[in-house]
């Protein structure tokens, strides 16, 4: 049981917009900033979003990031086929005193 | 091009000793501005962080790991390294090693980029 809570899957068709939310609480999202990660088939994760809406050089404004309150979210529009792939939520949590990170979104295209 | 590349035995036994290396190229653990992490995906479960070491030494630990987990570094080898001991079967998975970037005045890290995970099998 994962302490950020993410849906297990979302699908769109290409060119499509996809939204992939993360739950958490006060002591997480709630306090800290959220980061998303990438892991395509195959591969190594991969920062995607760090700090709620920053993207790391080389991520395309597809891709981005928001908070509010204990949620947040990761939008991609214009979907591709190379979107395929595990998407993860991480935050710190301060009662836990460690990051902690979403069960994973698998995104699918249609 | 920063890469890092874990290595060690895939399999260990019950109650025994599992042992990583994590060799980083294209960066220097030397010069502190990151921190280095172990990050692992047990099977059939999500990721879960294990802690990070810093240059000088200084270490910090997820607490759920119950002390089991040690972290080292080797600057001269630029290479850091994780001890799990009295590990059990719900230790399978895959092991990534990981640089930590951060920015303090915002409360913000996150992890890149990460090695390409090595797996672990806990079995007599």
Do not use: M
Request: with cysteine; glycine share 10%; hydrophobic share 30%.
């Amino acid at each position: 049981q994962s302490v950020l809570t993410q849906p297990p899957s979302a699908s769109g068709a290409p060119g499509q917009r996809v939204t992939i939310s993360c739950s958490g609480s006060s002591s997480n999202i709630g306090t800290n900033t959220v980061n998303w990660y990438q892991r395509l088939p195959g591969a190594a994760p991969t920062v995607l979003i760090y700090s709620i809406n920053q993207r790391p050089s080389g991520v395309p404004d597809r891709f981005s990031g928001s908070k509010s309150g204990t949620s947040a979210s990761l939008a991609i529009s214009g979907l591709q086929s190379e979107d395929e792939a595990d998407y993860y939520c991480a935050s710190w949590d301060d009662n836990l005193h460690a990051q902690v990170f979403g069960g994973g979104t698998k995104v699918t295209v249609l | 091009q920063v890469q890092l590349q874990e290595s060690g035995p895939g399999l260990a036994k019950p109650s025994q000793t599992l042992s990583l290396a994590c060799t980083v190229s294209g960066d220097s653990i030397n010069s502190g501005r990151h921190y280095w992490s172990w990050i692992r995906q047990p099977a059939g479960k999500g990721l879960e962080w294990i802690g990070r070491v810093y240059k000088s030494g200084k270490t910090y630990y997820n607490p759920s790991l119950n002390s089991r987990a040690a972290i080292s570094v080797d600057t001269s080898k630029n290479q850091f390294s994780l001890r799990l001991i009295s590990v059990t079967a719900a230790d399978t998975g895959i092991y990534y090693c990981a640089r930590e970037s951060y920015v303090s005045a915002a409360g913000s890290n996150w992890f890149d980029p990460w090695g390409q995970g090595t797996l672990v099998t806990v079995s007599s």
